[in-house]
Structures are given as C-alpha cells and as structure tokens.
C-alpha cells in the first residue's frame, strides 16, 4: 500500500498566494569508402595477350614468312621494280607491326561490382525529430492540495476548461483566455474535496467529496444540479463518465454505476475490491471499465455482468494509474504504486499481460499521446519525474523534472499537445510534451481549442 491522506504542512506561507496565479510571471552512417567505387586511373586488361585477326595485314605476314627464302633462291636477281616492292612492303609491315599490339575497338570498362544506388533513395530527407521542451511551459500556483496518492484532483474537459481541487474549493481555469474562477467551496463537513471529473459534455463537472456524497454542478452557471447521497460508505476518490453513466468508486471497495438522468439514479453496482477503488477509466468505446484499487487488484468489467471479466493480480502496489489506448481499443496500460513501480500492459480481449516495464519509481498516472505511439507517466519517489516513452519499445524520449514532490495528477488538453500535471508540491504545470497534430481544422469560438502558441500567450 501506499501512503494515506497528508497535507502539506507548511500552508502559513501561503496564506498570501492566490491559487492558480502564475508563479513565473536517425543515427550517423558513415559513407562507403571511395575506394570501393573508384576504378583505377590506369586501366588494365589482365595479363594474357590474344590477338584480334581482324587487325593484322595479311599481306604482311605472307611476306615475311615466305619471302626469305626465294630471297636466298634468287639471291642477286632481283629486278628494279622487285626491290621497289619489297621497300613497299617493308615500310607497311613496321606500320602492321604496330596495328597488330592494338585493338580497334576497347573492351568494355569492368563491371562493378556494388550496386549502384537510385539518386531518389539517396536524396530521401530523414524524418525530422520532434522537438520535446524540458520544462515547463508554465507554473501556476496550487496552494492546499491534497497530497494523496489514492485521489483525483485534476481534469481537463471539452469545453478547454481545467478543474481543480484545492482543499474545500473547486477552481475553474479557461484554457481560451486564461482566467481563474471559484466553481464552489465545499463545507467543512462534507470535504475536502477527493475527485474531479468533466461529463463529455464539457459543462457539468461531477465532484466527489470526503463525506461520501457525490454532487453534479453546471459551469456556465455555477449551479448545483444535482446530489447522489447514500450511494457510498466513505469518501469517493475516483469518478469516471461513460455518457450518460457516472462510474464512482469509494474508499468501501464499492464501484457504483449511476444514470444522472433517472431519478433513482443507481443503475448497477460492482464489488470485488477489498481496499479503496483509486482508479477508474472507461474504455473509449464504452465497453469495458478498468478499475484499480488499494489491494493491488485491476479488475475489467463491463455493464452487462456483475461480477469483473478479468482479475488482474501481478501489481504488488496500489493500482492507480489507468490509461486506455486510443489506437487499440483493448490495450489497456496500469501502473503501481511504490512497492512495484511497474507499467503493464494488457489485452483485455484476451486477458493477457503483453509485457511488464520497471520504472524505477512509484507511477501515479499515466496519459496516451492521441497523435503518436507514445506514453506519458508521471513519478513519486524518489525523481518526482514525467517520463515520455515510446510505445511498444518502451524506450525513454524524454523526461521532463521540475517537480519537488511527487507527481499525482496528470490532465490532457482536448487537441492532445498539452498535458497538465500537479503535484504535493503545489504547484500547477503545463507541458508542450506531445507536440502539434499534423492537421488542425480551425474549431468554432463555442468550443476553442488551444493550442501552445495560443495558450500560453494571455496568462498574465
């Protein structure tokens, strides 16, 4: 197990700090040798000579075999005209001589041997790295937060609006324009507040709260829509939408099933946690859930069955961190807390473990890139680190610090380039960490989506 419910203990020295204000206002190949594709200067055609008939002078040859010996017959008789043609013949044999060492046409030059290589496949540029920055984009200030590792205290909706719980109070922050509100301060009685949740709609924010109740607010008018009592022992640390269907789970082990439409809103209700359900996610196509829990159990359910599909029991820690593939709709990702401190993941077709990585260090939440295959998580002890991973090789791209404690909640943008993460240290920080999409289509005012050239740029 992990640590339990602690607050920082140094609060005097904010109690000047404003919450959310912003605190800061392909590898080398070397080439192939020269020397394989250089020939040699001096050209050379091995070491016998056979010589080409078509070049020789036949009258030439005929001469010099045969005319000796009537030479020697006839010695003193020549005639004038004879030795006229014998200095004839003599002169064209030094020629035929010299005709006969050369060819008329060359050889045809080596072959080479090394294939030649297409000047379009050389001229391929490589695909440019994306750039990852190592630091924060920005740092706002998070006085009070909880610092517990079984809670969810951050989220970002579809509407470009964060939440975030501090203590007692729920803040809004507006993505579109940077401005901070107070959504609602909760009695001292029913809170602190222990989860936070956007309904897809991106208005109504669901919050769970240490009493046990669980309350609906819309944001446009800060309204209480609705409250669901009675539905929970304890404190309600994790929520989870699927439509309509609001998925709680409690420090009782109980995981309820809620439609926020119906007047007796509980629809179903799964039990099969022995210690707090601290993680819950729905699968994109709404057809699986995947809880985790204090007992080192991760649990696959779906609303047709009362009892989990899949149990999973090769965490040896608290199972937190849950993370649904967004291109292979049964790969689920887990992470454990401080005694295991492995990512795993899972066909929940099949109900295997598809391979099991040691992070070193206690993971607390874990984000898919929407854009790219890769995984983001973010570390307690003893780095308080982000790490960016490459999926399936799982090898390390980047890892971004600033943190000083330890790294709990995580959110994602909805264009999925900007992920936000707190920490026990109190701070809020916003990450460029999985870059721009190739194609952004330009979004209606109603529904903004941010972008960091955009973001970032009206925070004052």
């Known amino acids: 197990m992990d640590s339990g419910f602690s607050i920082s203990s140094e609060k005097n020295r904010f109690e000047c700090r404003h919450p ?9 190949i ?42 020697k017959e006839n010695k003193g008789v020549a005639s004038p005209a004879k030795e006229a043609y014998r200095k004839l013949l003599a002169d064209t044999m030094l020629q035929g001589r010299t005709r006969i060492l050369s060819f008329r046409n060359k050889p045809p030059a080596p072959v080479n041997l090394l294939p030649d290589i297409p000047s379009s496949t050389q001229a391929q540029p490589t695909k440019q790295r994306r750039h990852i920055p190592q630091s924060a984009e920005r740092t706002l200030d998070a006085p009070d937060i909880v610092d517990d590792y079984y809670l969810n205290l951050l989220d970002w909706g579809s509407a470009n609006v964060l939440s975030i719980a501090l203590n007692n109070t729920v803040y809004l922050w507006d993505a579109a324009n940077g401005s901070t509100s107070e959504l609602v301060t909760i009695d001292d009685d029913l809170g602190p507040v222990t989860s936070v949740s956007w309904a897809p709609d991106g208005q109504h924010i669901a919050i769970g709260l240490n009493s046990s109740d669980v309350q609906l607010w819309d944001s446009t008018s800060n309204k209480l829509v609705r409250s669901l009592r009675g539905i929970h022992q304890s404190r309600v640390g994790s929520l989870a939408w699927n439509n309509s269907i609001l998925t709680t789970g409690g420090m009782d082990g109980a995981i309820v099933n809620n439609d926020v439409r119906a007047r007796a809103s509980t629809v179903s209700s799964f039990r099969a946690h022995n210690h707090e359900v601290c993680g ?116 390390k791209m980047a890892e971004l610090t600033g943190h000083t404690s330890r790294v709990l909640y995580m959110a994602q943008s909805p264009d999925g380039c900007t992920v936000a993460s707190a920490a026990g240290d109190e701070t809020l920080r916003f990450w460029n960490v999985f870059g721009v999409p190739e194609t952004k289509k330009p979004a209606p005012k109603s529904s ?8 970032y740029s009206h925070i004052r």
């Open 20 to 28: 959310l204000r912003d605190v800061a206002s392909r590898p080398y």
């Open 30 to 71: 070397p080439p192939l040798h020269s020397s394989l594709y250089r020939t040699s200067s001096r050209t050379t055609y091995g070491d016998r000579f056979i010589p080409n008939r078509s070049a020789m002078n036949m009258d030439v040859a005929q001469y010099l075999l045969t005319e000796p010996k009537k030479d």
């Open 280 to 395: 819950l996610r729905w699968s994109g196509s709404g057809k699986y859930l995947a809880s985790g829990g204090n007992d080192n159990l991760l649990h696959i359910w779906n609303l047709s069955t009362s009892n989990p599909i899949h149990r999973f029991t090769n965490h040896t820690a608290a199972v937190k961190a849950l993370a649904w593939c967004p291109f292979q709709s049964n790969l689920l990702a887990s992470g454990g807390g401080g005694n295991d401190r492995c990512i795993k993941f899972w066909n929940v077709d099949t109900g295997t473990c598809l391979s099991s990585v040691d992070t070193g260090s206690q993971v607390c939440s874990l984000m898919w890139n929407k854009n790219e295959r890769e995984l983001l998580s973010s570390h307690g002890y003893t780095e308080n680190q982000l790490t960016l991973w490459k999926y399936p090789s799982m090898t």
């Open 448 to 455: 903004y989506v941010v972008g960091p050239s955009n973001m």
